[in-house]
């Protein structure tokens, strides 16, 4: 059975950082790529970025090209985001999820979610 856990979620100040991880179940890991999405209220649910399989090809939304940073730890079936100089607009839910797509910017692409963690950024 799939399983994904998010956490690193929390309250920042704008311009501040934030690192959320994702803990995959090893089968999943191994056999998809990854991604993170948020959903802000309101909103549909957007792509952020995504990490290759094999090796460390990433793929990134224009609009935290240059702020976020998707890595993974294989050794611990672990995918993360770093999130810097973050802006209000950043605020969402963020969610992991897996694909067998590479890259895919589609939230029907990927077929198995996280619970998602919450990040709230202020003024």
């Known amino acids: 059975q799939a399983l994904l856990v998010e956490s690193g979620g929390g309250l920042v100040q704008a311009g501040g950082s934030l690192r959320l991880s994702c803990k995959v179940s090893r089968g999943t890991f191994m056999t998809n790529h990854m991604g993170w999405f948020r959903q802000a209220p309101g909103k549909e649910r957007e792509f952020v970025a995504a990490?290759?399989?094999?090796?460390?090809?990433?793929y990134y939304a224009d609009s935290v090209k240059g702020r976020f940073t998707i890595t993974k730890a294989v050794a611990e079936n672990t995918v993360y985001l770093q999130m810097n100089s973050l802006k209000p607009e950043d605020a969402a839910v963020y969610y992991c999820?897996?694909?067998?797509?590479?890259?895919?910017?589609?939230?029907?692409?990927?077929?198995?979610w996280g619970q998602g963690t919450q990040v709230t950024v202020s003024p």
């Open positions: 990490i290759k399989r094999e090796g460390q090809s990433t």
């Open positions: 999820a897996a694909s067998p797509y590479f890259p895919s910017t589609e939230k029907t692409k990927y077929y198995t």
